[in-house]
């Protein structure tokens, strides 16, 4: 899977996460804001890690803004970014 061209998904609303999805070169990049950052922020960054190299998406730049957003949420919103920023 190839990221095509720059795509969003989610909110900044309390327990969800707005993703950026942009074309990179050199793996997978994430640049991550969490409120629960100290706590999580290593699962979060697994759990959209392993998102991505489910959908065969091997380079790409995130930026994830997390506001508390839950893995099945996070799983979503990676899944719907990836949609719209390629062909699946």
Known sequence: MKILKPAKAGTLESNDISIMLIPGTNGIEIEL???VEKQFGIEIRTQIENSLKELGVEDVIIKAIDKGALDYTIRARIE???T???EM
Do not use: P, Q, W
């Open 33 to 35: 804001e969490s409120i």
């Open 84 to 86: 719209r920023a390629g």
């Open 80 to 82: 719907t970014a990836v």
